[in-house]
């Protein structure tokens, strides 16, 4: 089993709290379902991509804060800027099948973000909050 969240799945941002909370929720639930699945041989996988070179940009709905034209510009810019593309999602995630991982986190921002959050938690929350 493989289910895809996002970066936004292990780390909550500013003006994001609803997307946030349902990527947590799909890590969450990956996480129990490779617990009980464990006993019957089956895997499951849990894919978290930062930025992915896709027009889902365009279709962001931005909230709170971040529902400013300027705010707008900044995605576009973050997403405008990635070279991760679908395809190598797809890849990462038949390699995590393969070897069975449970976590997976793709791109730049989805590794930085995995990594300061355990390593330097406090310097991640200063990050996010601007």
Do not use: D
């Not at 041989?41 to 930025?51: A, D, F, L, Q, R």
């Not at 909230?63 to 991760?84: I, N, Y």
């Not at 995630?93 to 930085?112: C, D, H, K, P, T």
Request: hydrophobic share 40%; glycine share 8%; proline share 4%.
């Amino acid at each position: 089993i493989v289910n895809m969240a996002s970066v936004s799945g292990f780390v909550g941002a500013r003006g994001m709290g609803t997307y946030s909370a349902s990527k947590f929720a799909v890590v969450g639930l990956s996480e129990s379902l490779r617990a009980e699945l464990h006993r019957y041989h089956i895997g499951v996988s849990v894919v978290c991509p930062g930025y992915v070179n896709t027009p889902i940009q365009e279709k962001v709905k931005l909230v709170g804060a971040l529902s400013t034209p300027e705010a707008r510009k900044r995605v576009e810019k973050q997403f405008s800027a990635t070279t991760l593309m679908p395809e190598q999602v797809a890849q990462h995630s038949l390699r995590a099948i393969r070897q069975n991982r449970a976590f997976v986190s793709i791109g730049r921002e989805a590794f930085m973000a995995r990594t300061l959050k355990r390593w330097a938690p406090g310097l991640l929350e200063r990050y996010l909050r601007g």
